[in-house]
């Protein structure tokens, strides 16, 4: 199992940035495929942006392909996400995801796909 703690949320307004960071401990992070996924109120956590183990491939929502980069430094055991050009309909609990599996893929976007799950962090952006 791993543990992961979400952080850099918060309130923007629209148009602006954030910069969401995971930081991962437990079993060894550098072999985990890792995703982002948000859940506004009443509605269905939905994928956002996935990373495969090794950083070199990724894979986003339509929603906010060109506008979100996820990355990842293994050597400090973090995912991050930058937030550009956000939008009111960005505004959500963003959550933290991470594979089992060995050799984690970029291509998993059902939250079933993933086992451990960060406690998320809210990201609210103003009109």
């Known amino acids: 199992q791993v543990q992961l703690v979400e952080s850099g949320g918060g309130l923007v307004q629209a148009g602006g940035s954030l910069r969401l960071s995971c930081a991962a401990s437990?079993?060894?992070?550098?072999?985990?495929?890792m995703a982002w996924f948000r859940q506004a109120p009443g509605k269905e956590r939905e994928f956002v942006s996935a990373?495969?183990?090794?950083?070199?491939?990724?894979n986003y929502a339509d929603s906010v392909n060109g506008r979100f980069t996820i990355s990842r430094d293994n050597a400090k055991s973090t995912v991050y996400l930058q937030m550009n050009g956000l939008k009111p309909e960005d505004t959500a609990v963003y959550y933290c995801a991470a594979d089992r599996r060995i050799g984690g893929s970029a291509n998993l976007r059902d939250i079933n796909d993933y086992d451990d799950w960060g406690q998320g962090t809210q990201v609210t952006v103003s009109s």
């Open positions: 437990g079993r060894t992070f550098s072999w985990s495929g």
């Open positions: 990373i495969n183990w090794s950083g070199t491939s990724t």
